[in-house]
C-alpha cells in the first residue's frame, strides 16, 4: 500500500466530562472509500470537525499527504486538499452558485471577481462528475439534491484530493442516493480520497471500501466491506445485537384523531399539505416514514397546533377542533414530543421546573387569578424527576445544563403527565443513546398499552418498523396508503419514500 | 478564540464581575480625570460628596433617580421579553404631554381623584404608543429598535409642534413652554423645602410591584419564556404575540409615568428639555441592574448620583461634568462584558 | 413663489443635495455594517465623534484631508470597540449599539469641554469651498445642484459607487455578502467571520464619521452640541428603506433630504411644521420582510 493522503493518530476531544473522541487513529489510501458508521452521538462529526479544523482535539495529529496541519485552522485543511460536504449546507441562499462556489477562492483584495473563468471551470466540472446545476441560479431557489450538488463542486473547485461527506444521503430521496454514488465512483476513479459518514447500514455497504465503526468516541472495529455484512456491523456500532422491543398485542380502539382533507399555508421553505387524511386510533402506533423535506415538519406542527389548516378539518373523538393552536391541541388532549429538544422542546436558559410547567402553568393547578404557585411547579418537577429517572442536580437547574436523554424524559413527563389520549412523537430518539433509545420505545408503547392513539414520525425505518402497528410513507406531502404491521419489505417501504405510488392529489 | 458556557457559575463570581466592571469603569474614568489635570481621588472624593455628602445632596439625587427608575423599569421589562424597546423617551414625553393636557385646569378635580386620573391617562399614551411598534413587529417582522428610535424624534417635533402651537403658554413671553400645572394635580414634596416629591415613592411602589409581576404572576412567567426562546414558548402554548403586546402596554405605561413624574412632581411644566435623555440612561440603568426591577432602583440612585455628583464636582475641580456621561455609558459596556463571563469563559484556542 | 415653484428652484436642490451628503455618507456606512450581520446602533455617537475629530483637527492647524482622514480614523476605532464586543463576544449588538453612542458622545462633548473651556459662541474653521465642474455645472438646476458642490459631497457619491462596487463585483464583497446571510458558509471556505465582520463595521463606522465631519467642515463650520441630531437614526432608516442595497440607498437619502428642504421653505411660506420624519416609517413597514436581525 502506498503511503496513505491522510493519517489520524490518537485524536482525542472532550467537551467537559464527556469524551466525544477517544485516541482514534486510521489512514485513508488513495482512491479509497471509508465509511466512518456510527450512531448519532458517536462522535463522528466531532471527529470530522477536527480534520477540518472548526475543532482543536485535545491530543493527536492530522497529516494530509504526510504534513501535519495546524490544529483549528479550516483554511489550511482547505490548502491541503481536504473538503467537506456538511449535512447543514454552508451556503448563502442570497447568492448565485457560481458566487457560493467562487467565494474565498480569488484573492480578497482583488477589484474584480473572475466571473468568466470561474462560470468555465463549474460548467466543466458539473459536466464530468454528473453534477448538473446551474451555475447562474440563486441557491435559495434551488432543492435539496442540488444544493448538495454545490457543496460537492465547492469542494472540487478548490482541488481537494479528500472528500468528506457527513450523512449525505439523510437529505436525499433513493434515486438521488443512486445519482450521489455514482458521482462519488466518477471521483474515486480520478484518485480521489473518500470519507464517507452514516449511520445507515445499507448505505455504508454499497459504497465504501473499507468500514471504520465508531461506538461512544472510540473506534470499536475496523473492516473490509467485502469481508462483512450488515449484522456484524450492527453489533459493532451499538455493542449488542439490536433487540427489537417486545410489542404486545393491543386492540385497535376508538377513533381519536382525524385529519379530514386538511390542506395547510404554501411558504418559501417547507412542504405544504393538500388535503391530507390520516386518522389515527386508540391503542395503535402509526409509523410515519420518510425522507426528511417531504412535508413531515408540516403535519407535525399541524398536529402540535403551531400550523393552522388553511382548508379541511380536525376532528377529536368526533367533535371537529375550531381555532386550531398549540394551546388547543393541549386542550384536546395531544402529548407532543417536538423534533428538536433544544429549539422547541425546551427553553434552555430556563430552570427544570419552569419548563416541565410550560404546557399547563395556566391550569388551577399551578396558578391563581393570574398568580403561580411555585411550590406546586416544583413539586411537579421533582415527581417528573423521579418518575422518568431524569438526572439533573436539581429541579432549579437551567435545563440547558442537562444531557440530551435527561432533556427528553423531560419532555416526555411533560407530554404524559395527563395521559393523553393522542400522542405525536415526531423524531423522539434522534441523537439519544441506546438506553434512551429503549427508554422512549417502552414509553410509547406503555402509552399504546393504555389506549393512546400515537403518530411516530421518524426517518430510522427500523424504528418504524420495529413499533408501528400501521406504516405510512410520506413524500412531497402526500400520504401512502397504510400498511399493517409487516405487511411492505424495507425495500416495498423505499419505493414508496422515492414517491413511486404514492397518491397524487 | 472562542466563549465556552460555564456549567454552574459560582454565587461569588456572579457577584463579583459586576463589581469588577463598576472598578474598571473607574479606573477609565480616572485617566480622563488624569488628562484634566486634576487628581483623581479628589474628584471622586467630590463626586460622593455632591450625590451623598449632605442631606440636600442626598435628596437631590433621589430626585434625579425618580425619571430614572421609571425609564429603568420600561426598558427592564421590555428587555426581558426580547422586545427592544429603545423608545422610553418618547414615551416619557407622551406622558408629560397628557399631565399637561390635563392637569392645567381642564378637569377640575379634587387632587386625590385628578391625580390617580392623570397617571392612569398617562399610562394609557405610553402603552399605545409603544403598542404601535409591536404591532408592526408581530405582524410585518418590522424591527422595533428602528421604529421606537424614530418614534423619539417624531414624538419631540410633535411636542415641539404643541408647544408652539395648542399648548403654549400664553404666559411664557414667547419660549416654546406650556402652561403650568395646577395645584391639585402636583405631586407633593416628601421634605418641605427640598425637591424630592412623591413621585419617588410612586417609583419605588412601581419598581416593587414590576418585581411581583415577573417573579410571582404567570404573566412574568410567560414574559420570561418568551424573551428566552419564543419558539419554544410558542410550542408549549404561551401565545406569543399577545405576550409581546401585554409587555409593550406595560412597558410603555411605565415610562409614561416618568413624564408624569417630572411634570407633576417637578417642572410644573413641559418643555422641550423637560429630559437630557433619561430614556436611552433607562437602558443603562436597566442593564446595570441585570434587568432586575429591584436593581433597577439601585442603580438608578448609582447612576443619578453620578450626574448629580459630577454637577457639584465640575463647579469646583473644572472637571467638565460629562465625566459624568463618560462614566455611564462606560459603565454599560463593561457590565455587559461582566455578565458574558459570568457565564462564559475564553478559550483562546 | 409658491409651493410648487420651490420645487424647480436651483436653490432648492442645491440645498436638498447638501443635507444628503452626510446622510449618504452614514447610510453607506450603517448599510456595510448589516450587509455583514451586525446591526451598528453606535452610529449617532459615532457621527457626533467625527464631526468633532475633523473639526477640531482643521481649527488646531491641520489642512481639511487630514480633518477627514482623523475624523475616518477616529470611528474606525469605535467601530473597532463595537465589533469587538458584538462579533468574537458576541454581545447584544442593540445595547452594546447604545452604548457606543453614549459613550462616543459623551467622550466628544467631554474632549471639547477639556479643549476648549472658555468658550461661549463655537469657534468657526474655514471649510471646503464648493467646487464647480467645468461645463457640467453649467446645466440648469441640476448642474448647480450636482456639479458645484464641495469635494466631500462628490466623495459622498463616490463612496456610493464604490461600496456598491465591492460588495457586487469583488471577492471581498462576496464575503461581505455571505456573512450577513449565512456565516457558516463563510467559515467553511476558510475565511475568518470574525476579520470579515470587524473589517465591515471598522469601515462602516469610518464612513459614518466622515458623514458626521461633513457637518462641520462642509455645512455648518463650527462644532456644538446635539448637532448630529438624529441623523445617524435616520441612516439606519434609510438602509431599510433601501432594502440594503446602496443605489435604492442613496435614491432614499436624497428624497429624505429634498423633503426636509422642502419643509424648511414651505415653514417660511405657511408658517406651519411638518413633522417629515413620519415620511420614514412607511418605507420602514414596506419592506418589513426583508429585515433580517
Known sequence: ????????????????????????????????????????????????????????????????????????????????????????????????????????????????????????????????????????????SLSVGERQRVEILKALYRNAKILILDEPTAVLTPVETDALFATLKLLVAQGLSIIFISHKLNEVMAVSDRVLVLRSGKLSGERVTAETNRSELAALMVGQEVEPPPVPPVAPGELQFVLNSVSTARRASGTALDRTTLSLRGGEITGLAGVSGNGQATLAALIAGTEVPTAGEIIIRGTAARDWSPRAALGAGIGRIPEDRHAVGTIGDMSVTENVIAERYRSPRFSRRGFLDWRAARKFAEQVIADYDVKCPSPEARIRLLSGGNMQKLILGRAFDEEPSVILANQPTRGLDVGAVSYVHRKLLEARGRGAAILLISEDLEEIMALSDRIIVMSKGHLSAASARGERTIAQLGELMAGHGVEAA | MRLEPKTAPSLIVTLLYPVAAILVTFAITALLVLAAGASPFSVFFLVWKGAAGSQFALLETLTRATPLIFTGLAVAVAFRAKLWNIGAEAQLYIGAVVTVVLGTGALPLPSFILIPVIMVAAMAAGALLLLGPAILKTRFGVDEVVTTLLLNFIVLLFVSMLLEGVLKDPMGMGWPQSSRVIAEAQLPRIVQGRRLHYGFVIAIVSAVIIWIIMKKTALGYEMRAVGHNPQAASFAGIPVNRVLMKTALLSGGIAALAGFSEVSGLKGNLTLDLSPGYGYTGIVVAMLAMLNPIGVVVSAIFVAGIFVGADAMSRTAGVPSYIADVMVATSLLTMVVALLFTRYRLRWK | MDAFEILLSASFWVAAIRIASPLIFATMGELICERAGVLNLGIEGIMTAGAFAGWFTVYSGGDLWTGVLVAALAGAMFGLLHATLTVPLGLSQHVVGIGITLLATSLTYFTYRLLLPEVTSPPKIEPFQPVAIPGLSDIPVIGQALFNQTPLTYLAFATVALTAWVLYRTPLGLAVRAVGENPSAVEAQGIS???????????????????????????????????????????????????????????GAILFAAFDAYQVRLQQLTGGVVPYQIFLMMPTRLSAKQLRY
Not at chain 1, 493527536?60 to 473538503?83: Q, T
Open chain 1, 1 to 140: 500500500m502506498s503511503s496513505p493522503v491522510l493519517r489520524l493518530s490518537g485524536i482525542t476531544k472532550r467537551f467537559g466530562p464527556l469524551v466525544a473522541n477517544d485516541a482514534i487513529s486510521f489512514d485513508l489510501a488513495r482512491g479509497e472509500v471509508v465509511a466512518l458508521l456510527g450512531e448519532n452521538g458517536a462522535g463522528k462529526t466531532t471527529l470530522m470537525n477536527i480534520l477540518f479544523g472548526h475543532y482543536v482535539a485535545d491530543e493527536g495529529v492530522v497529516e494530509a499527504f504526510g504534513k501535519a496541519l495546524p490544529p483549528g485552522d479550516p483554511h489550511a485543511a482547505l490548502e491541503a486538499g481536504i473538503g467537506m460536504v456538511h449535512q447543514h449546507f454552508t451556503l448563502a441562499d442570497n447568492m448565485t452558485v457560481l458566487e457560493n462556489i467562487a467565494l474565498g477562492t480569488q484573492k480578497l483584495n482583488a477589484w474584480r471577481l473572475d466571473r468568466t473563468g470561474a462560470r468555465e471551470r463549474i460548467e466543466k466540472m458539473s459536466f464530468d462528475f454528473g453534477l448538473a446545476v446551474d451555475p447562474m441560479a440563486t441557491v435559495g
Open chain 3, 193 to 251: 467571520v470574525t476579520a470579515i465582520r470587524i473589517g465591515a463595521v471598522m469601515v462602516g463606522s469610518a464612513l459614518m464619521a466622515i458623514g458626521g465631519a461633513f457637518l462641520t467642515m462642509s455645512a455648518f463650520n463650527s462644532f456644538f452640541f446635539e448637532m448630529i441630531n438624529g441623523r445617524g437614526w435616520i441612516a439606519i432608516a434609510l438602509v431599510v428603506f433601501g432594502s440594503w442595497r446602496p443605489g435604492k440607498a442613496l435614491i
